[in-house]
Antibody, heavy 116, light 112 residues
Framework: EVQLLESGGGLVQPGGSLRLSCAAS????????MSWVRQAPGKGLEWVST????????YHADSVKGRFTISRDNSKSTLYLQMNSLRAEDTAVYYC?????????WGQGTLVTVSS | DIVMTQTPLSLSVTPGQPASISCKSS???????????FYWYLQKPGQSPQLLFY???SRFSGVPDRFSGSGSGTDFTLKISRVEAEDVGVYYC?????????FGQGTKVEIK
């Protein structure tokens, strides 16, 4: 059974940093691209980042480019999202999802709140 | 960026009745490889989103056959032949032919 478990969310001040993790199990992690998608409170879905299976290629939304970095550790079957220079508008539930865009499996999400 | 426009934004449906959601993209989603990178997702209340259809009409595992996806190019439709109570939630369309991947605004479906 595919499982994705996010962690690392919490309350952070504007300008601060946070690193999200997504522990994957139930599939060969190193064979799949992975993505992060977020949802601000009461709002719709927004694609954030995608990383190739090897980690060699990464893609970020313009809204986070230069501030967020997606990475992975295939030996640990874990996906990461390093978030720096956080802003109030980054407040959202962050989901990890298996794949490039055909996201058949999602985690339960982790809430990031950026506030002073 | 490709803009995805859904209509209607909300829908109230009597159980057993059909429902339809439209999604239009600002550019064609047909790739030169013949695939169309268009998806439907459903987010039930309090849950993570779930994939309904990929590449317009390919039903994801476990999706009931009362759901169907159709369309081409820039115009797409999700239909529910007979709405059930468990179908409530927000339906999103999404494109993944050009970065950034973009979603529609969402269509909230409720039961009358």
């Amino acid at each position: 059974e595919v499982q994705l478990l996010e962690s690392g969310g919490g309350l952070v001040q504007p300008g601060g940093s946070l690193r999200l993790s997504c522990a994957a199990s139930g599939f060969t992690f190193s064979s799949y691209a992975m993505s992060w998608v977020r949802q601000a409170p009461g709002k719709g879905l927004e694609w954030v980042s995608t990383i190739s299976d090897s980690g060699d290629n990464t893609y970020h939304a313009d809204s986070v480019k230069g501030r967020f970095t997606i990475s992975r550790d295939n030996s640990k079957s874990t996906l990461y999202l390093q978030m720096n220079s956080l802003r109030a508008e980054d407040t959202a539930v962050y989901y990890c999802a298996k794949g490039t865009s055909s996201w058949g499996y999602w985690g339960q999400g982790t809430l990031v709140t950026v506030s002073s | 960026d490709i803009v995805m426009t859904q209509t209607p934004l909300s829908l109230s449906v009597t159980p057993g009745q059909p429902a339809s959601i439209s999604c239009k993209s600002s550019q064609s989603l047909l790739h030169s490889n013949g695939k169309t990178y268009f998806y439907w997702y459903l987010q039930k209340p309090g849950q993570s989103p779930q994939l309904l259809f990929y590449e317009i009409s390919s039903r994801f595992s476990g999706v009931p056959d009362r759901f169907s996806g159709s369309g081409s190019g820039t115009d797409f439709t999700l239909k529910i032949s007979r709405v059930e109570a468990e179908d409530v939630g927000v339906y999103y369309c999404m494109q993944a032919i050009h970065l950034p991947w973009t979603f529609g605004q969402g269509t909230k479906v409720e039961i009358k």
